[in-house]
């Protein structure tokens, strides 16, 4: 990638060869950090603050909305596998947009969107780590009381010195938390079996997972794509993950297999955690609240005391999400501000510790304010998937426009079979949609967030003229020798 005083440039191996005397980020993602970036990224606040959610609109057949969300998920895999390959820098969704299209103002909206999709679901994290830490302390707090939000707001600022602090420790952070997060996922699924062969006097009823239970005057079909635009907050994983490009060794060998082994690992786990819930607590109990999965420990082990340590076991589980999300916002507006999209200061890197230290401030102040106006974790989950949904369309459309410069490409990569990236884009569009029950509050959300890019947009182009004097101008892979 090319900057104002260093420039980069492709190489097969997917490293970057700076040539200027700026600091450049640190590769320290191997396969296996990889994976547990993905894993721990998946599996965080999606399953342990959403599945009720996701509950409240089918019924017990809550495993069916997170299939297809999963299953829509590895569609728009292939699409992001065959970019990354080809394109193997940070930026992720917006770099893949920029090199099809060309136009910034497209470019900018897509790089908001996509921060904004991180930061929104960081906020839900922050929202769940503070109403997991209430529970564990015994505390009576609503979700939306002071306390609460000052919790989340003061983990915030601690994950913004984390992210400060530099990758390395931010991705051994993250091996710690998804360990955590696995054992409770896994004592979920044991507290389960524990219950059907006979371990606790707890009503077990594997049948509620096939009934379908939906809110209002919906039917089944439009419970479902409502469900299912929900269930794509976990999502967001992958997408962080091609934001790393830059700090992963090897990319273009590497996330091929690594990221289709981690969605198949947290598509099973999903499943298998999502119909033990049902079983064990009745759907409109699993509804309520932001600690559903703590319910279903209480429900399926009674007289053991997991109880009182398992609120801690989900709360460092969605911490793991929210640090995950804020290192890809960051990492994001570093890439594409090196590109010249955003002001160039955003792609400052501190010298010592390697870490884009703007980046960091601006994102961490914009899910500060996202904590603070919007109170409930539905309505910040659920603009998450909705913004995602949005990004996968266009990612699918550049995937089939970019396969017409293919010539230009001088290294191997990852080929997606031709008609998987029109499945996707059409699949994605329609899930954006209202007809799929989608709550308004989502797309209220999601219309501010919007307004607020134009204005970032303005700015940013008027800065960067007055600053350079002239338009930034985007800059194409023959732009970079």
């Known amino acids: 990638m090319s900057t104002a005083t260093s420039q980069t440039s492709p190489v097969p191996d997917g490293s970057a060869a700076p040539s200027g005397g700026e600091p450049e980020l640190k590769r320290v993602l191997g396969p296996k950090l990889l994976l547990l970036f993905i894993i721990g990224d998946i599996l965080g606040t999606g399953i342990y603050a959403i599945t009720g959610k996701v509950a409240h609109e089918v ?71 503070a109403s997991n830490l209430s529970a564990g302390l015994g505390a009576d707090w609503a979700s ?54 006979g371990g606790s006097d707890a009503p077990v009823d594997f049948s509620r997972a096939m009934m379908f239970e939906t809110s209002g005057d919906k039917n089944a079909f439009l419970a479902v794509t409502a469900g299912t635009s929900l269930a794509f ?37 999903y499943v298998l955690v999502s119909v033990t819930a049902v079983a064990l607590v009745p759907v409109g109990e699993l509804g309520e609240g932001d600690t559903p999965l703590l319910k279903v420990v209480q429900a399926g082990a009674p007289n053991l005391p997991i109880d009182t340590f398992y609120p801690f076991i989900a709360m460092f589980a969605v911490a793991n999400t929210a640090v995950i999300n804020m290192l890809m916002a960051s990492r994001l507006l570093y890439g594409m501000a090196k590109q010249d999209v ?33 109170g409930k974790v539905s309505a910040l989950g659920g603009t998450t998937a909705l913004l995602l949904l949005a990004v996968f369309a266009l990612v699918n459309v550049a995937c089939i426009v970019l ?25 994605c569009a329609y899930m954006v949609g209202p007809w799929t029950g989608r709550d308004t509050e989502q797309y209220v ?37």
């Open 233 to 269: 907050f976990a999502m967001v994983g992958f997408e962080d993950s091609v934001n790393m490009a830059e700090e992963t060794k090897d990319p273009i060998k590497t996330f091929p297999r690594i990221m289709f082994t981690g969605l198949v690992i947290t598509a099973a786990i």
């Open 342 to 374: 955003l002001p160039r200061p955003l792609a400052l890197v501190h010298s010592g510790r390697r870490s884009p230290w703007v980046a960091i401030i601006v994102t961490t102040l914009l899910a500060v304010g996202l904590i603070t106006f919007v």
């Open 445 to 481: 959300i999601a219309g501010w967030l919007v307004v607020i890019a134009v204005v970032a947009w303005a700015l940013t182009w008027f800065l960067n003229r007055a600053l350079y004097a002239k338009p930034t101008r985007l800059r194409h892979p023959e732009d970079l020798t």
């Open 144 to 197: 939306d009381s002071l306390p609460v939000l000052l919790l989340a707001v003061a983990f915030m600022l601690l994950v913004a010195l984390i992210n400060f602090r530099g990758v390395a420790e931010s991705v051994m952070l993250n091996v710690v938390l998804t360990c955590v997060e696995l054992s409770g996922l896994l004592l979920v699924i044991f507290v389960g079996l524990w219950a059907v062969m």
């Open 59 to 129: 019924g017990g057949a809550v495993w069916v909305p997170f299939v297809i969300a999963f299953a829509i998920a590895i569609i728009t895999a292939f699409a992001y596998l065959e970019l990354i390959t080809k394109y193997p820098h940070a930026g992720g969704a917006a770099n893949f947009i920029h090199q099809a299209f060309g136009i910034q103002f497209l470019t900018f909206m897509v790089t908001f969107l996509v921060m904004a999709s991180g930061i929104t679901s960081a906020s839900t994290a922050a929202k769940a780590f």
């Open 403 to 427: 396969r017409k410069r293919d010539h230009e490409i001088d290294h191997d990569y990852f080929k997606a079979p031709t008609w998987i990236p029109w499945v996707g884009a059409i699949a």
